[in-house]
Antibody, heavy 118, light 107 residues
Framework: EVKLVESGGGLVQPGRSLRLSCAASGFTFDNYAMFWVRQAPGKGLEWVSS????????GYADSVKGRFTISRDNAQNSVYLQMNSLTTEDTAFYFC???????????WGQGTLVTVSS | EIVLTQSPATLSLSPGERATLSCRAS???????LAWYQQKPGQAPRLLIYDASIRANGIPARFSGSGSGTDFTLTINSLEPEDFAVYYC????????FGQGTKLEIK
């Protein structure tokens, strides 16, 4: 069974940093691209970032480019999101997801809440 | 950036009826890279359809997807009580973007 467990969320002040982790199990992690998607409370889904299986291809939404960094450790079956210079606009649930057929996101974690507030 | 516009924003129907949800892209999307998701309150999204028309594992046959180019549709035949949720389309042609969602509510 595929399992994705996010951690690292919490309350942080504007301008500070936070690092999210996503621990994966139940599949061959280094065969798949991984993704981060966020959802502000009561709002829709917003793609944040993608990383290929070997980290050669990485992409970011314009809203986080230059502030967020995605990375992965295939030995640890984990993907990370380093978030710097956080603003209140970054307050959201952050989900990690796994690549499926035709680049779809076929498995999702339950999310971790990041609240940016003074 | 490819912008996806879903309509209607809210759809009010009764169990047993058919739901038709639309997703329009600002530029052509390769149909292989169009997906649909269902999300219920407090839950992560669930993949329903990928490649515009292929049901994901375990998705009932009452869910179907169609379309090409800039216009895509998710159809749910004979609505069940558990189908009332929010639905999102997603394009994966140019990185990724989601539509703003259609809320399917009980009439």
């Amino acid at each position: 069974e595929v399992k994705l467990v996010e951690s690292g969320g919490g309350l942080v002040q504007p301008g500070r940093s936070l690092r999210l982790s996503c621990a994966a199990s139940g599949f061959t992690f280094d065969n798949y691209a991984m993704f981060w998607v966020r959802q502000a409370p009561g709002k829709g889904l917003e793609w944040v970032s993608s990383i290929s299986w070997n980290s050669d291809s990485i992409g970011y939404a314009d809203s986080v480019k230059g502030r967020f960094t995605i990375s992965r450790d295939n030995a640890q079956n984990s993907v990370y999101l380093q978030m710097n210079s956080l603003t209140t606009e970054d307050t959201a649930f952050y989900f990690c997801a796994k690549e499926g057929m035709a680049r779809s996101y076929d498995s999702w974690g339950q999310g971790t809440l990041v609240t940016v507030s003074s | 950036e490819i912008v996806l516009t879903q309509s209607p924003a809210t759809l009010s129907l009764s169990p047993g009826e058919r739901a038709t949800l639309s997703c329009r892209a600002s530029q052509s999307v390769h149909s292989t890279y169009l997906a649909w998701y269902q999300q219920k309150p407090g839950q992560a999204p669930r993949l329903l359809i990928y490649d515009a028309s292929i049901r994901a594992n375990g998705i009932p046959a009452r869910f179907s997807g169609s379309g090409s180019g800039t216009d895509f549709t998710l159809t749910i035949n004979s609505l069940e009580p558990e189908d009332f949720a929010v639905y999102y389309c997603q394009q994966l042609s140019d990185w990724c973007s989601f539509g703003q969602g259609t809320k399917l509510e009980i009439k």
